[in-house]
T-cell receptor, first 115, second 110 residues
Framework: EVQVVESGGGLVQAGGSLRLSCAAS????????MSWVRQAPGKGLEWVAT??????????VDSVRGRFTIFRDNAKNSLFLQMDGLRAEDTAVYYC???FGAGCWGQGTLVTVSS | QAGLTQPPSVSKDLRQTATLTCTGN????????AAWLQQHQGHPPKVLSY???NRPSGISERFSASRSGNTASLTITGLQPEDEADYYC???????????FGGGTKLTVL
């Protein structure tokens, strides 16, 4: 079964840091671009970051560039999002996904930033 | 980032066919097509179609995706009550170097 499972969310104060993790299984992780997408309460989907198969190309939305970093460990079939300098507006459910490659999407992990 | 354009809402009768649209430009939908996601209230999104009408395992054949130029479409045949949900389209934008989403279409099954 194709699956991705996120972890690492929680409550953090503004200015703090969190590292999200995503464990992939059921597909050849190292062959696919992977992304983080977030959804604030009651809002639509917002792209956060994408990384290519070998991690040599990384793309981040303007609002998180310089604060968040996407990276991956293909040996462990894992994707990560290092989030520093968190702001209240980063509060959202964060999803790990292979939107266009493997067609899978996780259950999400909630990040709450208190101001 | 600029997004894709979806109608906010569509209503169709039970057992009818609904076609949802998603309009972008040559840098996104017209470049590599779109993926489609379904999201029920309070649940995470589920991928219905990706990379030119590939359906993940377990997705009903009632869902089919297509593209004409810069517009992608999701057709749902034989509408069921459980099809009532929000539907999002998504595409890679080669100009923005990022993923763009539509604002979502709320499908109501009457």
């Amino acid at each position: 079964e194709v699956q991705v499972v996120e972890s690492g969310g929680g409550l953090v104060q503004a200015g703090g840091s969190l590292r999200l993790s995503c464990a992939a299984s059921g597909f050849t992780f190292s062959s696919h671009w992977m992304s983080w997408v977030r959804q604030a309460p009651g809002k639509g989907l917002e792209w956060v970051a994408t990384i290519n198969e070998d991690g040599s190309k990384k793309f981040h939305v303007d609002s998180v560039r310089g604060r968040f970093t996407i990276f991956r460990d293909n040996a462990k079939n894992s994707l990560f999002l290092q989030m520093d300098g968190l702001r209240a507006e980063d509060t959202a459910v964060y999803y790990c996904a292979s939107i266009f490659g493997a067609g899978c999407w996780g259950q999400g992990t909630l990040v709450t930033v208190s101001s | 980032q600029a997004g894709l354009t979806q109608p906010p809402s569509v209503s169709k009768d039970l057992r009818q066919t609904a076609t949802l649209t998603c309009t972008g430009n040559g840098n996104n939908v017209g470049y590599q097509g779109a993926a489609w996601l379904q999201q029920h209230q309070g649940h995470p999104p589920k991928v219905l179609s990706y990379r030119n009408n590939n359906r993940p395992s377990g997705i009903s054949e009632r869902f089919s995706a297509s593209r004409s130029g810069n517009t992608a479409s999701l057709t749902i045949t034989g509408l069921q009550p459980e099809d009532e949900a929000d539907y999002y389209c998504s595409a890679w934008d080669s100009s923005l170097n990022g993923v763009v989403f539509g604002g979502g279409t709320k499908l109501t099954v009457l």
